[in-house]
């Protein structure tokens, strides 16, 4: 017997389609000093293309540290003015309410958004000029 | 053909909506607010936008949200289901402006028949009957002694600002008619800061009888029939069928033309069903158009072979009515019963919460439309509709067997539901032998011995 695992193509895509057959979603074999573990992605993972929180989490789902600024529009999210002007807002700069963070696009106007709180920003949590939903996270402060 | 739809609105139209997308090829976009987050059409629409805090007003009745949803998603049309923005011309407008398809019919057509005194025109223009009644406000007892003998008693005096039922009053005779014409005004002043009454001929034990409209962008319209809602609790139909047991294949082409008539008249494109009143003597009534998809939509759509929702949205990408929908025919019988989260032995007290256990029922000619499951936390910002129970069967007779049997399948825990209530209704001997008018469900509900109205 070969002391080198043969890792055999032909194998694999016939476990492949087992597994599409049967609707299995996982599947793990260990022979032989070979072991092969192989996963398929649940169904109805809808393309949630906006950072939708997951089914079964309330809006805030990502439990990374600090509190968040949210966005209290749906809309395009830009980090500055204009695309030569410098972004409104830097990683660790103090904030209050009235501070103007980000701008968003919605329906050819464009809104300035404030802080609504006072702290430091510790990440900045959305893309320039991706689009953002009611409540997805803009930034993180303490 | 429409490309990328955005759904607004939610529950189980936006999974009927989302169903149909599928079904066509088109990429469905649906919105939701934060109470939404696990409901179904989120989860099975292919893209998903939060648009807002739970209550109505701060997301699905949002425009601007939905218009920016639209506009980030690309989405070429917005199909607005059934209650919220539906039949609000002023989105159809914006919609429009922002070269957004709204699948619907025009905000002139909305606008004009919204407005319940001006769609009444219309109907009269058509040569539509509408009940007998003033020409315009009544400011004296005399006149209303005159219009009442011109039209004939019954007569009803009703508030020309009025709503839930208040600032009305029915007259049999001459003495109440009187008395009835000050305290409706008095009641009208007090409520609504607004005195003035019309009068209208008081149709007795009326049937509520609706006719599905379909009309394309190049000016063909038919109509797919009747559906009878009679059996209504405060207004709120709870069971809808297709055909109505009272319906005459000769009553049946002349309210069919003159819907059709009517649509016509204000060049009416998309789905729309115009509402009837008739009387025993077969006497029927314009009373109201609805210019979107209704609710009960379903058991038209199983009597005569046609998928309206998917129609809706040939017609908004410019296609012409197709030839089965031109020469549709009724078939067999249908039947509705909108399973709501009340608790039917408790004044139908809303009863939000997570269901449970959920086993809908299946088999033959029974169709389910609902976006509930097992582990659902139903929300309580929204309407209490929470599945449609649809049968489908070659009699009446047998859709009434089939629908008890359907009934006495459907498991929902954890919260309370009005299958009960019409399981019982479905034993009933009058709904059985196919007589009930409005007055039906609150006589049954007021029988001694009965849970209360």
């Known amino acids: 017997m070969k002391k080198e695992t043969n890792v055999d193509l032909k194998e694999i895509k016939a476990l492949i389609d087992l597994m599409q057959k049967n609707g299995l979603t996982a599947f793990e074999l260990e022979k032989d000093g070979f072991r092969i573990s192989l996963a398929k992605e649940a169904a109805y993972q809808?393309?949630?293309?906006?950072?939708?929180?997951?089914?079964?989490?309330?809006?805030?789902?990502?439990?990374?540290?600090?509190?968040?600024?949210?966005?209290?529009?749906?809309?395009?999210?830009?980090?500055?003015a204009s695309p030569e002007a410098p972004a409104f807002i830097t990683v660790g700069q103090k904030v209050t309410p009235d501070t103007v963070v980000c701008i968003i696009e919605a329906m050819k106007v464009m809104n300035e958004i404030k802080a609504e709180v006072a702290g430091t920003i510790t990440e900045i949590a959305a893309e320039n000029g991706q689009p953002v939903q009611f409540g997805q996270a803009l930034f993180r402060y303490k | 053909m429409i490309k990328r739809l955005l759904i607004a609105n939610r529950g189980e139209i936006a999974l009927r909506i989302i169903r149909a997308c599928k079904e066509l090829g088109i990429r469905s976009i649906a919105v939701y607010s934060e109470a939404d987050v696990q409901s179904l059409h989120v989860q099975l629409a292919d893209e998903a936008i939060c648009i807002g805090a739970a209550p109505s007003s701060q997301s699905y009745l949002k425009i601007d949200r939905i218009i920016s949803a639209a506009e980030i998603a690309d989405a070429d049309a917005i199909h607005p289901g059934y209650g919220f923005l539906a039949e609000n011309a002023h989105f159809a407008e914006v919609c429009a402006s922002c070269k957004i398809k709204f699948v619907g019919p025009s905000p002139e057509a909305i606008r004009l028949m919204g407005d319940k005194n001006m769609a009444r025109q219309q109907a009269i223009k058509a040569g539509v009957p509408v009940t007998p009644g003033s020409d315009g406000i009544i400011e004296t007892e005399g006149e209303a002694l005159r219009v009442a003998r011109k039209i004939g008693f019954p007569v009803m005096v009703k508030a020309v600002a009025g709503g839930g039922g208040r600032g009305m009053r029915v007259a049999h005779n001459e003495v109440t008619l009187v008395k009835g014409f000050h305290s409706a005004r008095t009641e009208a002043d007090k409520a609504f800061g607004n005195p003035a009454v019309y009068i209208e001929k008081f149709v007795q034990n009326p049937h509520h009888i609706e006719f599905q409209l379909i009309a394309d962008s190049q000016g063909n319209v038919v109509h797919l029939g009747e559906r009878d809602c009679s059996v209504q609790r405060r207004n709120q139909k709870i069971i809808e069928e297709c055909p109505s047991p009272i319906m005459t294949d000769k009553l049946r082409k002349k309210m069919g033309e003159a819907s059709v008539a009517l649509a016509k008249a204000v060049n009416y494109?998309?789905?729309?069903?115009?509402?009837?009143?008739?009387?025993?003597?077969?006497?029927?009534?314009?009373?109201?158009?609805?210019?979107?998809?209704?609710?009960?939509?379903?058991?038209?759509?199983?009597?005569?072979?046609?998928?309206?929702?998917?129609?809706?949205?040939q017609i908004a990408s410019g296609q012409p009515l197709s030839h089965h929908v031109l020469n549709a025919v009724p078939r067999h019988h249908s039947i509705e019963c909108r399973i709501n989260a009340e608790d039917p032995d408790n004044n139908f007290c809303p009863s939000p919460g997570t269901i449970s256990l959920y086993y809908a029922p299946g088999g033959r000619g029974v169709r389910i439309d609902s976006h509930a499951y097992a582990g659902y936390p139903i929300p309580p910002n929204y309407d209490s509709m929470i599945a449609k129970l649809i049968v489908h069967a070659s009699t009446r007779e047998q859709a009434i067997a089939r629908m008890r049997r359907a009934l006495g399948e459907y498991m929902i825990s954890g919260i309370k539901t009005t299958i009960p209530l019409q399981l019982e209704i479905m034993k009933n001997k009058d709904f059985i032998a196919g007589k009930y008018d409005t007055g039906f469900l609150e006589r049954m509900l007021a029988e001694p011995g009965k849970p209360k109205k």
Do not use: C, W
């Open chain 1, 46 to 80: 809808s393309g949630m293309a906006y950072a939708a929180p997951a089914p079964a989490a309330a809006p805030a789902a990502a439990a990374p540290s600090g509190k968040e600024i949210a966005s209290p529009m749906v809309g395009t999210f830009y980090s500055a």
């Open chain 2, 269 to 313: 494109e998309n789905a729309g069903t115009i509402e009837f009143l008739v009387d025993d003597d077969g006497n029927f009534y314009f009373m109201e158009m609805n210019t979107r998809i209704q609710v009960e939509h379903p058991i038209t759509e199983e009597v005569y072979g046609v998928d309206l929702v998917k129609q809706q949205l």
